[in-house]
């Protein structure tokens, strides 16, 4: 079997616009959450989000690339463009190679929203536009870059709600192994405009912490009270081992398990059952059992429910060895469709630069998470094998294993 | 509406909006060829259009435009 090496990364979240920004709010545990106005003005219960600028991208790309572009696929062609860059693949290399891309997303709301209000005004569905119906779609991220990048292979939207940028991963990986391509553009992207996120909050998903933004996002905390909404895209290239070494690319890290699940029960409710086996699926596709894992980038989002799942699934599984356990979201929130390929690089960068990214807000355990080695501050160690979860509603899970070289 | 205003507005939002390099834009044009105008293009055009000059193009009024001298001529053909 193939083994499969990252030999790229790209970021752009609300930690910052690149690796580096990024690697910055990692290491001094820096919120990137903030209030959202236009939310408390459109309904929401909560005007909490993760805060993202949105790139420039007039005289990077074309006026028909641009046009086509919706919020989250902006996002995705700059990470995309920096993890091609550390990779060593410039356009020249992506026009006589063949490259493919899987990529999560599972909405494209604003672009949707957009073109029934302009159909509403004008009575003319003309009046939309061109770019509207490559806005639209779920498979937006990857049409659009499969034909700015000019890729040539595998090309696929992978929409599996909170799960999808991680499941993207995950078959990036098996496409990979069973050698049906060498090269492959993952990842995952999230749109974060005001108009996505509106029926999230419908269902008092969200916290409301809104006197203190930065403090809202808790996971683990006994003082949780709901998830907060963010997004952004994150990148890595997945490549062939024997192929990245022959190109002479640089190898980050190496992806050596790939776990899923379904929990077959309830539409927005997690199981830690079902995340058990995600995790255990996992842990046997790598070869390896929990005492090998060093630290665990867990899905916890700040909601009650899923964080103390979660908790009696990761107390179940690494319990015994105290494997210290930190969930980015308590600085990032939840990224949502992105959040499986955001929390890989994020993990990736910790193991590259010998830290633990804190649970920022993490004060007082809950009598599920009090069993856990859950880690507050930025901590150094060296790792040499993290696990990163993600769940999402309908019950598919996801687990990944990523390990240093 | 005088010519010269449409021609004005016209250059003004192939420029801006359409992002034409302006000394493309000459009466003799090929709005295709010369111009590079696609038939997606041409969607974003007629929402132009009608939100500048208030009418809704026709395809089968352009069968016969082909530069951008005879596009400046519809649009005056149109608004006058």
Redesign the interface.
Known sequence: MRRVVITGMGIYSCLGKNLDEVLESLRVGRSGIGIDPKRTEYGYRSPLTGILERPVLKGIL???AR?CLPEQGEYAYMATAEALRNAGIDLDYLENNEVGILYGNDSSAKAVIEAHTTAMEYK?T??M??GAIFQSMNSTVTMNLSTIFKLRGINLTVSAACASGSHAIGLGMMYIRNGLQDVIICGGAQETNYLSMGSFDGIAAFSTRVDEPTKASRPFDRDHDGLVPSGGAATVILEDYDHAVKRGAPIIAELVGYGFSSNGVNISQPSDQGSINAMMRALNDAGMEPKDIDYINAHATSTIQGDQLEAKALDQLFGEYRTPISSTKSMTGHECWMAGASEAVYSTLMMLNDFIAPNINFENPDEFSRNLNIISQPTPKSLRAILSNSFGFGGTNSALIIKKL | MEREEIIKTVNNFLVEEIEIEENLLKEEALLKEDLGIDSLDFVDIVVIVEKKFGFKIKPEEMKDVKTLGQFYDYIASKVN
Do not use: F, H, Y
């Open positions: 074309d006026r028909r046009v003319d003309q009046m536009g061109s």
